[in-house]
């Protein structure tokens, strides 16, 4: 079965510190990944994307992330946060059919 | 590119009423659109998916009577949620994929349903 754990369901850092948002996948096929924010209030936008063509994927608004196959792993980084970064990330996975699976989400504050 | 609207975006109803919500892709053509579902402080929940001129697929669980979709466009979807009752109130958001060839889905700004 495919499956995404997103390992904190909230994270809190300071403004201009480093962000770490984890993603562990279980997929039984070469899966796409996807990391998407939702504000409040708001529909989801797309961050990056993993499609097997390089595993440090770049994204928007400063946000990156690194597929390792041997960790099953996707997170998310950023090296320093802004106020506006505050939002829920979903961490998704299409493990080969058109339906996305995704993760519980990930609240990030961010404080002054 | 690949802006996806909604609307409306916020909308209260009456129990017993019908409410229509349209998805709409404004600088592509949808091949496929989905409608989720979102409880709050939860993640997205996969009602139906819609392939244009064909009927819906339906999730298990969710009443394909109740939850009327339309795709009768290449850049419309629509959601109507018949015979609303209270414990339909939620957020619904679309999403629409650009082709076969992909798997990324854009999504809508979400609708906001109030039923009293």
């Known amino acids: 079965a495919q499956s995404v754990t997103q390992l904190d369901s909230h994270v809190s850092v300071s403004e201009g510190t480093p962000v770490l948002l984890r993603c562990n996948y279980s997929s039984s096929y070469s899966p796409s990944l996807f990391w998407y924010v939702q504000h409040p209030n708001k529909g989801l936008q797309l961050l990056l994307k993993?499609?097997?063509?390089?595993?440090l994927v770049k994204g928007i608004n400063g946000f990156e992330a690194e597929f390792k196959k041997s960790e099953t792993s996707f997170h998310l980084t950023k090296p320093s946060a802004h106020m506006s970064d505050a939002a829920e990330y979903f961490c998704v996975v299409n493990p080969g059919f058109q339906k996305l699976v995704f993760g519980t989400g990930t609240r990030l504050l961010v404080s002054p | 590119g690949a802006v996806v609207s909604q609307h409306p975006s916020w909308v209260i109803c009456k129990s017993g009423t019908s409410v229509k919500i349209e998805c709409r892709s404004l600088?592509?053509?949808?091949?496929?659109m989905f409608w989720y579902r979102q409880f709050p402080k939860q993640s997205l929940m996969l009602m139906a998916t819609s392939n244009e001129g064909s009927k819906a697929t339906y999730e298990q669980g969710v009443e394909k009577d109740k939850f009327l979709i339309n795709h009768a466009s290449l850049t419309l979807s629509t959601l109507t949620v018949t015979s609303a009752h209270p414990e339909d109130s939620s957020f619904y958001i679309c999403?629409?994929?650009?082709?076969?060839?992909?798997?990324?889905?854009?999504f809508g700004p979400g609708t906001r349903l109030t039923v009293l």
């Open positions: 600088d592509f053509q949808a091949t496929t």
């Open positions: 993993y499609t097997s063509a390089a595993t």
């Open positions: 999403s629409a994929r650009t082709g076969f060839g992909t798997d990324t889905q854009y």
